[in-house]
């Protein structure tokens, strides 16, 4: 069993940037690709960036590349989400989920999920 829990979101102007962090409980952190999904209103949820659990491998939505950076502490069972240049459709609340391999996935079949964390740019 993990537990999620996001932190970092909150209301930043157009261009900013925020850095998003998931603490996630349990020993076997280190067994686990971790990916960062986001859901805006009215939308559905969407992938925005993956890592292995090395962290050797990475994947970033076409949207995201080149702004977010997602990055793992396996030592301090934590994974984050740098996001710069940050626009308004941005917006939206972010959730940190964990999956039972050491490969990442885009899609959403993850095994553990956290709350979520909003955040919300403003033009």
């Known amino acids: 069993q993990v537990q999620l829990v996001e932190s970092g979101g909150g209301l930043v102007q157009a261009g900013g940037s925020l850095r998003l962090s998931c603490a996630a409980s349990?020993?076997?952190?280190?067994?686990?690709?971790m990916g960062w999904f986001r859901q805006a209103p009215g939308k559905e949820r969407e992938f925005v960036a993956a890592?292995?659990?090395?962290?050797?491998?990475?994947y970033y939505a076409d949207s995201v590349k080149g702004r977010f950076t997602i990055s793992r502490d396996n030592t301090k069972n934590t994974v984050y989400l740098q996001m710069n240049s940050l626009k308004p459709e941005d917006t939206a609340v972010y959730y940190c989920?964990?999956?039972?391999?050491?490969?990442?996935?885009?899609?959403?079949?993850?095994?553990?999920w956290g709350q979520g964390t909003q955040v919300t740019v403003s033009s």
């Open positions: 989920a964990a999956r039972n391999s050491a490969m990442p996935t885009t899609r959403s079949d993850y095994d553990y």
């Open positions: 890592i292995s659990w090395s962290g050797v491998t990475t």
């Open positions: 349990g020993r076997t952190f280190g067994r686990y690709a």
